[in-house]
């Protein structure tokens, strides 16, 4: 498991060009410096660049095109996934490194371990997706923004429907209080978000994952 608009006039489409004016996101933090980044076009069949010759430190890959499901897929099939703010470009990503999970090697801390001894959850698939999403998307104590816009919301509202998208809902007395989503592509599942309204609701939600992805293997 791994564990996440268009720029410039005058270019043909799909040539690499030097972003100069990208808004600030969590992950620009290198603004005098200028890297050459794909610039997609309308074709959602359109190939992404190797991310081993990314150039970005952060790992930014492409912007532009759309989210559709064939580029979605086609992102995720080489690593690559959607992060953008509100109001600015799409933007694709591909960090190195990033964090992978290997099902039968995840480590579970014994406190962990007796909640989930404890019974006291319940946890289903695919019961309430768009409930997931929206629990993931809601502000946080620090009030922070989202990076779940509303047409990023709809983007993998598709990918469930067309049986791409997974979502794991842990409930307590039948109210959802926490869980998880992403992207299921052959044997790798791309966790994009996960949340919690009780303590350790999102961590039973990743456990139970890791033991259904190594159930599988």
Known sequence: MAGNGSA??????GRPEILRALPRTRHERHAVRQFAVLVLDKNPDAP???????????????????LSRTRLLNAYRHGIFPWYEPGGPLLWWSPDPRAVLIPGHM???????????QK????????????????????????????ITPEMRRAYLH?????????????RQGRLVGGLYGVAIGRMFFAESKFHYERD???????????????RS
């Open 48 to 66: 992404f660049p190797d991310p081993r010759q990314c150039e970005h430190p952060d790992g930014l890959v492409a912007v532009g095109g759309d």
């Open 107 to 117: 480590h579970v801390s014994r406190r962990l371990a007796r909640t989930l001894r």
């Open 120 to 147: 006291r959850f319940e946890i289903t698939v695919n019961r309430d997706f768009a409930a997931v999403v929206d629990g993931c998307a809601a502000p946080r104590d620090d009030a922070a923004g989202t990076w």
């Open 8 to 13: 410039g006039t005058g270019t043909l489409p």
């Open 201 to 215: 609701a999102s961590k039973i939600a990743l456990v139970e994952l890791m033991r259904r992805l190594e159930a």
């Open 159 to 171: 990918l469930h429907e067309s049986g791409d998208a997974v979502s794991l809902e842990v409930r």
